[in-house]
Each structure stands twice: as C-alpha cells, then as structure tokens.
C-alpha cells in the first residue's frame, strides 16, 4: 500500500500499468482489514492515504471509495484493534510485543540516575 501511494506521489500519477492506484489500495485495505491485519497495515494503509493528501475533501484515495470502503478504511485504521486506551495495554498482539511493551515502559519510567538499557539489552 505505502510503495502505491509513495510511487504516485513521487511520478505526480495515479495510475500504474493502466490500473487505479487509489482504487487498488483501497482493495488493499479491504483484503488487511477482512484477513485481521493489524499494526503493520494499519501504519501503511495511513501512509498510503497521506500521500493524496491530508485534506480528505481533496484526497483521491478518500474520494474514490465508495461510503462502505470508507467505513472499511476507517476499521482499519482504528487504533482500538489493537491498543487498550483506557489501560494504556496492546491487545491481540503475539507475546513478542508485549515484551517490547515491557522494555519500552522501563526506559520511559527510570529516571536518570538509573539504568536506562533492559538487563537484556546491555552487552
């Protein structure tokens, strides 16, 4: 979706191979979002509809779905699929990411005085 979006936006078309470059990563949204795609495609899926624009009135992508395939792109990107904002937690990610999680809130919550690496991360 993003390399779509990053190569219209660099040749100024939208169009590749005679095919709709908006349209495409539209059905593309729809294929993550109906195959459960989450952190990843949701970060390309924004990236790929920042580069039409950041107005929707005038983005092409936005403009040229249908209102089903909006709301779809919406889902998509939804942070809710993934993100606990009201526990501040990830949700339905492998157990991979939760130890990112783990490390992450200790390198945010030491002060400066203290070890700032995880006991992992030192050589």
């Known amino acids: 979706m993003r390399a779509l979006g990053a190569y219209s936006e660099f040749m100024g078309t ?6 709709d470059v908006p349209q495409m990563i539209g059905k593309m949204a729809q294929v993550e979002l109906d195959h459960g795609g989450k952190t990843w495609a949701q970060l390309y899926a924004a990236m790929a509809l920042e580069c039409f624009g950041t107005n929707l009135k005038h983005n092409a992508l936005w ?5 089903e395939e909006r709301q779809a792109y919406l889902a998509l990107l939804d942070p809710g699929r993934f993100y606990d904002s009201k526990n501040h937690k990830l949700i339905h990610l492998p157990k ?8 992450s809130r200790q390198l945010t919550t030491n002060s400066a005085s203290t070890r700032i690496a995880p006991h992992w ?3």
């Not at 939208?14 to 095919?19: F, V």
């Not at 991979?96 to 490390?103: G, N, Y």
């Open 14 to 19: 939208k169009t590749i191979a005679g095919h």
């Open 63 to 67: 403009q040229g779905l249908s209102s």
């Open 96 to 103: 991979t990411i939760l130890v990112l999680q783990r490390a």
């Open 121 to 123: 991360m030192t050589c």
